[in-house]
C-alpha cells in the first residue's frame, strides 16, 4: 500500500493550496480517507474525513469552512482544497487510509506528509 501525498508549498496568508494523495496497492473504494497534519513541535490532529463514496465528510472545527475533502474514486486520488490560509495552517499534512473517523488509530495506512507553509 502507498499513499502519495502532494501539492505543499509555500503560500501568503489568506492564499489556497490543493493538495492531493494518490494511492495504490489497495482497493480504494474500500476505505475512508483522511488528512491530519502536524505542525513545529505539536502533536498530529485531525484535519478532514471522507467516506468511501464521498457521502459524508467530516472536519476539524478549525476548518471553518475553508478546507474541502474530496475523492475521484475512477483515479484513486483524494483532495484537499485549502483556501483562506492562515499562519496558523503551516504544517506537514498526511493522508491516511482505513476507517471513517476522526481518530488516528482508525488509519492503518499513512502517507508521507506534504509540508505547507503559511507565511503572513
Known amino acids: 500500500v502507498q499513499l502519495q501525498a502532494s501539492g505543499g508549498g509555500l503560500v501568503q496568508a489568506g492564499g489556497s493550496l490543493r493538495l492531493s494523495c494518490a494511492a495504490s496497492?489497495?482497493?480504494?473504494?474500500?476505505?475512508?480517507l483522511a488528512w491530519f497534519r502536524q505542525a513545529p513541535g505539536k502533536e498530529r490532529e485531525f484535519v478532514a474525513a471522507?467516506?468511501?463514496?464521498?457521502?459524508?465528510?467530516y472536519y476539524a472545527d478549525f476548518v471553518k469552512g475553508r478546507f474541502s475533502i474530496s475523492r475521484d474514486n475512477a483515479k484513486n486520488t483524494m483532495y484537499l482544497q485549502m483556501n483562506s490560509l492562515t499562519p496558523e495552517d503551516t504544517a506537514a499534512y498526511y493522508c491516511?487510509?482505513?476507517?471513517?473517523?476522526?481518530?488516528?488509530?482508525?488509519?492503518?495506512?499513512w502517507g508521507q506528509g506534504t509540508l505547507v507553509t503559511v507565511s503572513s
Open positions: 491516511a487510509a482505513g476507517t471513517l473517523g476522526r481518530v488516528e488509530s482508525l488509519y492503518p495506512y
Open positions: 496497492g489497495l482497493l480504494f473504494t474500500n476505505y475512508a
Open positions: 471522507i467516506s468511501w463514496n464521498g457521502g459524508n465528510t
